[in-house]
């Protein structure tokens, strides 16, 4: 079992940054992929940013060049760094894991992802 705790979200005006926290505890040496998923009311939970064992990533295309994905093995963290938000980037952000090394070929395929955090609210005013 792998747990993981989001923290980092808020209310921010368009333009603005936000720096979400993954803190992922349990078992997190079987972890092959992790990821950001975000749910807008409505709206389908989309993969927004992922990120495999070997570090390679993958992004939506509506976020390329404004959100940077990264992990820290030594503090079991991951993190997704979000610049020139917009108000459609208004959301609860959750943090995912995956133990199936299959996540490697589609890191965004949210069935691959078997542990899911509470989320993160993030609001983006215009």
């Known amino acids: 079992q792998v747990q993981l705790v989001e923290s980092g979200g808020g209310s921010v005006q368009a333009g603005g940054s936000l720096r979400l926290s993954c803190a992922a505890s349990g078992y997190t040496f079987t972890t092959k992929c992790m990821g950001w998923f975000r749910h807008a009311p409505g709206k389908e939970r989309e993969g927004v940013a992922a990120i495999a064992s070997d570090r390679s990533t993958s992004y939506a295309d509506s976020v390329k060049g404004r959100f940077t994905i990264s992990k820290d093995n030594t503090k079991n963290a991951l993190y997704l760094q979000i610049d020139s938000l917009k108000p459609e980037d208004s959301a609860m952000y959750y943090c995912?894991?995956?133990?199936?090394?299959?996540?490697?070929?589609?890191?965004?395929?949210?069935?691959?992802?078997?542990?899911w955090g509470q989320g993160t609210q993030v609001t983006v005013s215009s």
């Open positions: 995912a894991a995956s133990d199936d090394s299959g996540c490697r070929r589609w890191l965004l395929l949210r069935a691959w992802y078997k542990y």
